[in-house]
């Protein structure tokens, strides 16, 4: 399928939940929770990678729930300009600008972030805690970043995905050339591949 055509596709799926949603609604079948959040049927595609309400189930997809929106809109406006480079996301970014992104990013901020299922060894945990004395100056001492400099919270990400954003940032190649990510990005490179794993599962560990 081309781009437009999954956009379609999307866009399709997105107006069929719509109008299922007005009719649960109205017939008053539904409890109070999650699916009646405002933007809960632009967000509905999102769950099949991310989890119900951005909580993720797997390793290699990130957890959406509790992003700061501005990290959140960054991300998006980066994976549709093709600057982070995600050929399963940049479709979707794209729909997410035509739906509304502060909307969509107002949804998951309200999700409150489940720890990810991904099981880590106590050792590396304890490896990484050492290891992570680097970032603290950014995420802070518990691993929550800063909304205010779109630095994201790491706190219970699947650790497959946090090791994977690690090694793009030392190649280079997660939004290359972005001034804002320099820093991050000098240090990623004095940094061992395998110290990743150590914090990678110490981030994922943080509640
Ligand atoms: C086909 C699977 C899939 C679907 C559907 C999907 N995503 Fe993603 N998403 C991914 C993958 C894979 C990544 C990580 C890509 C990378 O390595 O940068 C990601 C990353 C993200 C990120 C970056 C998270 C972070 O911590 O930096 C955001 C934001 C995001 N997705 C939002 C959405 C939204 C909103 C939707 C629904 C409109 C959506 N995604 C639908 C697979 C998907
Ligand atoms: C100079 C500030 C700074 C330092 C130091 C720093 N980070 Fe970050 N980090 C950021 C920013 C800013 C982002 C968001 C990048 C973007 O906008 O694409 C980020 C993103 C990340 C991500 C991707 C999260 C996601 O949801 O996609 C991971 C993983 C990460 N940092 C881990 C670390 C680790 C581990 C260290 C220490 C070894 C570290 N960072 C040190 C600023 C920093």
């Known amino acids: 399928m081309t781009t437009r055509h999954r956009l379609i596709a999307c866009a399709a799926l997105v107006l069929f939940l719509l109008a299922v949603l007005s009719t649960v609604g109205a017939t008053g079948a539904v409890a109070g929770g999650p699916v009646d959040m405002p933007g809960f049927a632009k967000v509905f595609t999102c769950t099949a990678c991310h989890g119900a309400s951005g909580n993720s189930p ?3 997809m990130p957890s959406l729930s509790g992003a700061y ?3 959140f809109k960054k991300q ?7 600057k982070r480079s995600s050929p399963e996301m940049e479709p979707y970014a794209k729909m997410v600008l035509l739906l509304g992104v502060d909307e969509i990013a107002g949804y ?5 972030r489940q720890p990810s299922p991904i099981k880590v060894s106590v050792a590396a945990v304890e490896r990484g805690r050492t290891a992570s004395a680097q970032c603290v100056i950014c995420h802070g001492t518990d691993g929550r970043g800063d909304p205010a400099k779109l ?9 497959g995905y946090l090791r ?18 320099a820093a991050l990005k000098a240090l990623m490179k004095t940094i061992p591949d395998e110290t990743f794993t150590d914090l990678a599962a110490y981030y994922s560990s943080l509640r």
């Open 108 to 112: 998951f901020a309200g999700q409150s």
């Open 164 to 181: 994977e954003q690690m090694l793009r940032f030392k190649a280079d190649n997660r939004s290359p050339g972005d001034p804002a990510l």
């Open 151 to 159: 630095v994201p919270n790491l706190t219970g990400q699947p650790p």
């Open 69 to 71: 929106p501005a990290y």
């Open 76 to 82: 998006i406006q980066d994976y549709a300009a093709g």
């Open 58 to 60: 797997s390793d290699s």
